[in-house]
């Protein structure tokens, strides 16, 4: 039988810190080939640590990792992206550490889901770049199917049937959209508009970017918004912290009046 190797190599994103006596801190990875895991950063909060700044949440690092008794213990870390714009953006960051605290909150430890890890690189990558929330719809909806809670909207969830081109009710219960037949059955739930459901169907076909680059009116982003927050509460339970940050950061900056709908809206 092969011993198990003393140290092993990732690279991952890190979702966040915990301190630990004087000058530890205990940080949470997420990485595509070990899934979700903690280690301790020794001495990492002296101003000395050649780890320091390379550890801080919301940086994707290469790190070694030696096994240890009770905790695994990083003995190398390097920064492979440090989102520097990203921070420099106030929405932009609170929209980041809510797809982080998602991935933390939905996953499990040493579980790697190497598809879910694209998705948050290539989700910060355009939240750096600017493309605002749609990005953060996208990685909730995609994220929910990595994670088999995808809901179903091409039909009805209850019955199959098709669903005319009209609002519908998506119940989270239900696991998806029901039609006006099926609405007694379907459990609590939302009325969303056929905006929406576009959306919610294009965010199925469409890659991260283009669903980025996607021109979405104020009022059907707000409801999608709460569609899918409404989906997230559900199966996890609760409502994520951050949800409240981005909300509140979102406030600050719709202090202008909102455009008018896009005409040019694909829906
Ligand atoms: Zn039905």
Do not use: W
Not at 181 to 196: D, K, L, M, T, Y
């Amino acid at each position: 039988m092969a011993a198990r190797p003393r140290v092993y190599r990732a690279e991952g994103v890190i979702l966040r810190r915990r301190n630990l006596g004087e000058a530890d801190s205990i940080l949470t990875v997420f990485s595509g080939s070990e899934g979700k895991f903690d280690a301790i950063a020794k001495g990492v909060r002296k101003a000395r640590s050649r780890m320091r700044g390379h550890l801080e949440p919301l940086t994707r690092s290469r790190v070694l990792v030696a096994h240890g008794r009770t905790l695994d213990v990083f003995t190398q870390a390097e920064t492979v992206e440090s989102y520097r714009r990203l921070r420099e953006d106030l929405e932009a960051s609170a929209e980041a550490l809510y797809c982080l605290e998602l991935v933390d909150r939905f996953t499990e430890e040493r579980e790697p889901i190497p598809e879910l890890y694209a998705l948050l690189v290539a989700s910060l990558a355009l939240l750096q770049e600017g493309a605002g929330p749609s990005v953060t719809r996208f990685f909730e909806l995609r994220l929910l199917a990595l994670l088999g809670y995808e809901p179903h909207v091409e039909g009805c969830v209850l019955c199959g049937g098709r669903l005319p081109e009209e609002e519908a009710l998506l119940s989270p219960a239900a696991g998806g959209l029901a039609c006006r037949q099926c609405r007694p059955e379907a459990g609590a739930g939302r009325i969303v508009s056929v905006a929406v459901i576009k959306l919610l169907r294009f965010a199925r076909r469409a890659t991260a970017p283009e669903f980025a680059a996607m021109r979405v009116p104020g009022d059907a982003a707000g409801e999608l918004r709460t569609a899918v927050g409404e989906l997230i509460r559900y199966h996890l339970d609760r409502d994520p912290n951050a949800r409240r940050f981005v909300e509140g950061v979102g406030a600050l900056g719709r202090e202008e009046p909102s455009p008018p709908s896009a005409p040019d809206s694909p829906l």
